[in-house]
């Protein structure tokens, strides 16, 4: 009963930013952690960023100092926001996030993913 709805995508120019959002809803005790992963045309589906319960970040080497992931009060949608796009950066991204429900199980759900697309 829960799912991640992400919005965000899109297509901007080299140099430019997006944000992106993921938002979870359901049966929802707590997040334990939620994170992006992307996803570029034959290419391996990679870490981008996750961020704990406890406010802990971990960014893939690529994107560090140009990716910031955050979440809001209430715990149940995360951020990422991009700058300094590369059009390296071209793939779809997926939200993904560890949730315990109220019958205290935790579950790995991920989103169906959101096209970001960086021009030259």
């Known amino acids: 009963q829960v799912q991640l709805v992400e919005s965000g995508g899109g297509l901007v120019q080299a140099g430019g930013s997006l944000r992106l959002s993921c938002a979870a809803s359901g049966s929802i005790r707590s997040i334990n952690v939620m994170g992006w992963y992307r996803q570029a045309p034959g290419k391996q589906r990679e870490l981008v960023a996750t961020?704990?319960?406890?406010?802990?970040?971990n960014y893939a080497d690529s994107v560090k100092g140009r990716f910031t992931i955050s979440r809001d009060n209430a715990k149940n949608t995360v951020y990422l926001q991009m700058n300094s796009l590369k059009p390296e950066d071209t793939a779809v991204y997926y939200c993904n996030a560890y949730i315990t429900n109220w019958a205290f199980s935790v579950y790995d759900y991920w989103g169906q993913g959101t096209q970001v697309t960086v021009s030259s």
């Open positions: 961020i704990t319960s406890g406010g802990s970040t």
